[in-house]
């Protein structure tokens, strides 16, 4: 039997990157996925998601900063499946900059997609999660997927780190919450460190224009370097321990951190 064998899962920013490794190894446990993102469900990018999935994924447009949107999603959810064991709030963006020429809308903007949307998302599908969590080993899943830079400190991502930290802090509180009223959720965050995402290039980018390498390659090598496992992460390397997060095997871990980062951390 797969480990995840009549669970339903959602995950958030599920198209790209590490959401959609996160969805593609769900389905090869057996998992029924959902993936929710901003791309219209007509889209080229939609089509090529699903296509890599196997046709074992569905999709629902969404925007996790919206209230309506997650109260919508929650219901496609009950209809079209009963309920919902594992939610996966992946969805994220960065941003980079020296604090003092960071404006008030961008940092907003962080905040509202990568902590807001953790919460919003939690709350809706709590109902969910504690009626679905019940019927299974381990209970339900809350996988909040934060990062390193939520753990330690870097220069002039201020922003990042502090978005970062808050779902990490916030996960530990609804993990103790839910345990305290014997709710069959557990919460716990994963932290991953530098992965090849489309997000992480194009932050590369970005450094690149302010004229702080001359190309990205020269970024990647520079961050591999100080890496002690020598080489940036493959997104699949974080589908692996979400799977162990939303599966029995978890069943002790609520309110931890499981960082998947190379080495970066422990130096």
Known sequence: MARLDGRVALVTGGLRGIGQAIAARFCAEGATVVITDLDAPD???VAAALAALGGQARYVAGNVT???????????LQSAHGGCHILVNNAGI???GAVETLSLEAW???????????????????PLLAES?????GGASIINVSSIMGIVGYSEVSAYNASKGAVRLFTKGIAI???QKKMPIRANSLHPGFVKTPLLSAGFQRWVDKGFAEKPEDLVGAMEAATPIGRLAEPDELAGPAVFLASADAS????????????????
């Open 252 to 267: 002790y871990m609520t309110g931890a951190e499981l960082v998947i980062d190379g080495g970066w951390t422990a130096q």
């Open 133 to 137: 969590g019940g019927a299974v080993a």
């Open 94 to 96: 960065d941003l980079t």
């Open 177 to 179: 919450e839910f345990a």
């Open 66 to 76: 919206s209230e309506d949107d997650w109260a919508r999603i929650a219901a496609d």
């Open 108 to 126: 907003r903007r962080i905040m509202a997609i990568n902590v807001d949307g953790v919460f919003l998302g939690t709350r809706a599908l709590v």
């Open 43 to 45: 889209s080229e990018a």
